[in-house]
């Protein structure tokens, strides 16, 4: 819809109303541009079509994947979503993250936590709703100083640029933007599962990620004690997100299934299996099992069949039973066909290390019987980057016959090999990554799951050192202020960021010449302009 044709239906809205004849029609269809969502729904349903379309983009050519970062504060999120439409003019490809870590360590009532779902569930779709409460503001605020130009065009008497600012509000690009939001392993059971996912798709939700750890054991992905869940445990939780999308008309929302298998090493149950081959069947063959000779040597131990002989599986103190040494590969290629099969969309392959070649070869796999799988994958700061390509180097440097004795490969973080032929080759794989492994191994969407996690805690560092020692105030101005107003960050007028401005616009139209406005001459942020 057109500036104009939205001013032409403002107008009808209030024709007639004699008693609304102090309300402007044209006030009333920049407010309505300023909040084009009414609620989450709208934006879940927007959102998703999105996602749906960038998905089909990338089965076409996969050089058209996407990224996000993950955000734990609704400010970060709009922070980065205006970053990124002045760096480079579109928000396409790009999302937001919602990490399940981040909500842990730093939105729960009781403080800091591990990444184990024990913080309030109900913190994860408030986040949601913050975050795009933030970015539909970065859409307001935008928004209101495109119509403030438009009212000095006016002024000035300025067609052509009156013309050119209306062209630009009519292509006006939102700041809302996908968010794939981590239910984890679904804080409970299926009907759980589902009470939370129709909250998180009201907040604006479009896309779940699921994992099949259990719930009361849940681990981060990159610790040691996952346990995962038999496959229909799993499926019941993925449907359930499905029931959920359905039943609020969210009909083409995006489900993506997390297999923790590579790492996992337990499980709590022994699966149902009604028949020889059956799902149940393949989850207990991969079970670390003897065989029993001397029934009086069990003690409450259960047994199964195998192969028509009766077996037992290893059993821990914990009640927990093990897999057998090696089979992680293997249980995550069956994890992601039967989540593919049993409505999931996408597949997230948690991996110790980020190397392609390890993740290509179980996508291969699973491709055999679901051609066009695709993986959001983490890109995760549990990896020490620089070591992993480094030591990838130094492996295939080695294996091709190239001499490798300058380096000690134990030692390849250290600073001494920085300016090194090794060290720039492995960062110019680092820099392809993200290319190279949504050709190579079926990435969609490539994620870094705790960035501003650590990028508030280096630049809090680097500001207290500054500030607190003989820097002083210059350790703020020269290291803050001068670079805001030097790379043109918004932030550096935060009065106009926190929606002063806005306000104004609002209190004249309310109040006309009566408003008390805060951006007069004597506003200090007149210092920025």
Not at 16 to 43: C, H, Y
Not at 410 to 427: F, G, I, N, P, R
Request: glycine share 8%; net charge negative; with cysteine.
């Amino acid at each position: 819809m057109t500036y104009r044709q939205s001013i032409t239906d403002a107008r009808q809205s209030i024709a007639g109303q004699a008693a609304w004849s102090g309300v402007e029609s044209e006030t009333v269809a920049r407010m309505r541009l300023q909040n084009r969502f009414n609620n989450g729904l709208d934006i879940a349903r927007y959102t998703a079509k999105i996602m749906r379309q960038d998905m089909a983009a990338y089965d076409a050519d996969p050089a058209n994947y996407t990224q996000s970062l993950g955000c734990w504060h609704g400010f970060i999120g709009q922070q980065k979503l205006i970053s990124i439409k002045k760096h480079f003019g579109t928000t396409k490809g790009k999302y937001l993250y919602l990490s399940g870590w981040m909500v842990a360590a730093l939105r729960s009532d009781f403080g800091p936590l591990p990444d184990q779902s024990m913080h309030e569930k109900t913190s994860v779709p408030a986040l949601i709703e913050e975050l795009y409460t933030f970015l539909r503001q970065a859409d307001a605020r935008e928004l209101g100083m495109l119509f403030r130009d438009l009212d000095k065009a006016r002024g000035e008497g300025n067609a052509a640029r009156e013309a050119e600012i209306q062209v630009q509000i009519d292509n006006h690009q939102t700041h809302v933007v996908p968010i794939i939001a981590d239910i984890d392993a679904g804080f409970g059971n299926a009907e759980a599962t589902y009470l939370l996912a129709k909250k998180m798709i009201e907040a604006g939700a479009c896309a779940l990620q699921i994992e099949n750890q259990v719930s009361d054991e849940k681990q981060c992905g990159h610790q040691d004690g996952k346990v995962t869940v038999p496959h229909e445990d799993f499926i019941a939780k993925i449907r359930a997100c499905r029931y959920a999308f359905l039943e609020l008309g969210v009909d083409d929302g995006i489900i993506v299934a997390r297999t923790d298998s590579l790492g996992a090493g337990l499980t709590k149950q022994i699966a149902y299996s009604r028949e020889a081959g059956d799902l149940g069947d393949l989850y207990n063959g991969f079970l670390d099992c003897e065989e029993v000779t001397d029934l009086k040597a069990l003690r409450g131990d259960v047994l199964i069949e195998r192969d028509g002989k009766l077996v037992r599986p290893k059993r821990l103190p914990s009640n927990l039973y093990q897999f057998r040494t090696g089979t992680g590969a293997d249980r995550c290629v069956l994890d992601c066909i039967t989540s593919l099969q049993n409505g999931a969309d996408l597949l997230w392959i948690e991996t110790e290390k980020p190397h392609i070649e390890q993740i290509a070869s179980m996508v291969d796999r699973i491709r055999e019987v679901i051609p066009n799988a695709k993986l959001v994958y983490n890109n995760s700061p549990s990896f020490n980057w620089t070591l992993n390509f480094r030591q990838q180097v130094f492996d295939a440097w080695q294996e091709a016959g190239k001499d490798v004795s300058a380096y000690d490969r134990a030692a390849l973080m250290s600073v001494v090999y920085d300016s090194t032929d090794l060290a720039h080759e492995a960062d110019d794989r680092i820099r392809t990554f993200q290319k190279d492994a949504a050709k190579r191994a079926g990435i969609f969407h490539h994620l870094i799951t705790l960035p501003t996690y650590h990028t508030a805690a280096l630049s809090t560092d680097n500001l207290a050192r500054e500030y607190f020692g003989e820097a002083g105030m210059l350790g703020y101005v020269a290291g803050v202020q001068r670079k805001e107003i030097r790379e043109g960050i918004a932030c550096v007028r935060h009065q106009n960021m926190s929606g002063s401005d806005i306000g104004d616009d609002h209190k004249e139209a309310f109040a006309g010449e009566a408003a008390l406005k805060a951006g007069g001459v004597h506003n200090t942020m007149n210092q920025f302009a």
